[in-house]
């Protein structure tokens, strides 16, 4: 049972446009919700995350919206760049008491093209 | 801040022989360390949980004989593939969780270590 779904396996951007990745989510015990980066053969790079009390945290280029009634979030990033091509996975934190596990979703390979 | 390494990076080895991998919390202190397995295109699958000075809680479907982890400091974990086979070649992934400021969920991972056996 995938409680974190990344629907899209890919994207393709241009350069200086805008990315945006989906994630959606089944568990309503959810509380906290983070964004990796990964390169290949390399292990994932926290990008940003946002707690369930919020609906948007923005970090430089890189914006997270949360809209909890549709179990939903996104990761905008703008103006996106060649570099910024890699996986990108969502991950939930799930909230029960201090495992602090994280539960994963598939995972969207983003490409920018310059 | 917030570095974890992971050693060695890559390592080949026979059937039948374990293989030790270790992981290191270089700027925070560790109170919880994970270890993942990724195989090609799919996602982080959990393997299991360590806390400091405590026995690893693992997952359901790992084998915790296979896979040995070892948390002894609040800096270090290791885990162990004994008497590996070609089914444990993998991408194995460890994080950190700690005193590194942020929100107390927030994972940071290691480089990971590719595990090939022939």
């Known amino acids: 049972d995938q409680q974190v779904k990344q629907n899209s396996p890919s994207l393709s951007v241009q350069e200086g446009r805008i990315s945006i990745l989906n994630c959606d989510y089944t568990?309503?015990?959810?509380?906290?919700f983070l964004w990796y980066k990964k390169y290949p053969a390399e292990g994932p790079t926290f990008l940003i995350s946002?707690?369930?009390?919020?609906d948007k945290n923005e970090d430089g280029r890189f914006t997270v919206f949360l809209n909890k009634s549709a179990k939903h979030l996104s990761l905008h990033i703008v103006p996106s760049q060649p570099g910024d091509s890699a996986v990108y996975f969502c991950?939930?934190?799930?909230?029960?008491?201090?495992?602090?596990?994280?539960?994963f979703g598939q995972g969207t390979t983003l490409q920018v093209k310059p | 801040g917030a570095v974890v390494s992971q050693h060695p990076s890559r390592v080949i080895c026979k059937s039948g022989t374990s293989v030790k991998i270790e992981c290191r919390s270089l700027d925070f202190q560790a109170t919880t360390m994970f270890w993942y397995r990724q195989f090609p295109k799919q996602s982080l699958m959990l393997m299991a949980t360590?806390?400091?000075?405590?026995?690893?809680?693992?997952e359901q479907g790992v084998e915790k004989d296979k896979f040995l982890i070892n948390h002894a400091s609040l800096t270090l974990s290791t885990l162990t593939v004994t008497s590996a086979h070609p089914e444990d070649s993998s991408f194995y992934i460890c994080?950190?969780?700690?005193?590194?400021?942020?929100?107390?969920?927030?994972?940071?991972f290691g480089p990971g270590t590719r595990l090939l056996v022939l």
């Open positions: 991950a939930a934190s799930d909230g029960s008491g201090n495992t602090g596990k994280l539960i």
């Open positions: 946002i707690s369930s009390i919020k």
């Open positions: 568990n309503s015990m959810f509380d906290y």
């Open positions: 994080s950190a969780r700690g005193l590194a400021g942020g929100r107390w969920e927030t994972q940071y």
């Open positions: 360590s806390n400091e000075g405590s026995k690893a809680t693992y």
